[in-house]
């Protein structure tokens, strides 16, 4: 199962890899270059898939918790100021994607989506201390009665140029569904109360929709 945003990518690179593989067929004549330039143009097409994969996720619906909204290693935890949109502080949990990280980002609670913010920017690498506020980035805000709310960013990285939302502010969303897409690498930083209580690690790998992230009573 591919993601949407990877269809049109997808058939453009399907085109290329069959033409160019038919013309290496036609023109080369060395036999070890024509096999090694057409098993190159088969890589890249499962490269391209794999990057695009969107499997289906477990969410076991609970009010009382945040999951992963991304697949990835586990690069921050720590008590931030939060300057955008709570301005207090606020415990931050950061997950950064690797281009072979399954890139759809997903809803960490459900329930009203409250802020939903584009802001153009730079593309250092994800992992930058000022990449959440200098890159190129979404806010959204989800809320509901029993975990309060809840703030994800996502954040390009350096080869990330497209990042897709699709939270529209006063949506009610589901925990664990498909919030929106980056392409080619990045990172997503969760912005959780205070007397959230963390369930993840330094280093841990999550599972976008499936890890919880952290707890609340």
Request: glycine share 6%.
């Amino acid at each position: 199962m591919f993601h949407k945003e990877g269809y049109k990518i997808i058939l453009i690179t399907l085109v290329i890899v069959i033409g160019s593989i038919l013309i290496i067929d036609r023109f080369i004549d060395l036999t070890w270059l024509r096999f090694s330039l057409m098993i190159g143009m088969l890589i890249l097409l499962l490269l391209i898939l794999q990057f695009f994969r969107n499997p289906k996720r477990h969410t076991i619906l609970d009010s009382h918790a945040a999951v992963s909204p991304v697949d990835g290693k586990v690069v921050v935890i720590e008590e931030v100021f939060e300057k955008e949109v709570f301005k207090d502080k606020r415990i931050q949990v950061s997950v950064f994607m690797s281009p072979i990280n399954v890139h759809v980002t997903r809803y960490p609670i459900g329930g009203n989506v409250t802020y939903s913010k584009y802001h153009p920017g730079k593309f250092l690498v994800a992992w930058h201390p000022k990449s959440s506020e200098e890159n190129e980035r979404t806010t959204v805000v989800v809320e509901n009665d029993n975990f309060g709310k809840i703030l994800y960013r996502q954040i390009a990285g350096a080869l990330a140029k497209r990042i897709v939302n699709y939270a529209n502010i006063e949506d009610h969303v589901v925990q664990g569904s498909d919030s929106g897409f980056i392409k080619f690498g990045s990172r997503v930083d969760l912005y959780l109360p205070l007397d959230s209580d963390i369930k993840v690690e330094l280093n841990q790998n999550v599972k976008g929709g499936e890890t919880v992230i952290a707890t609340k009573p």
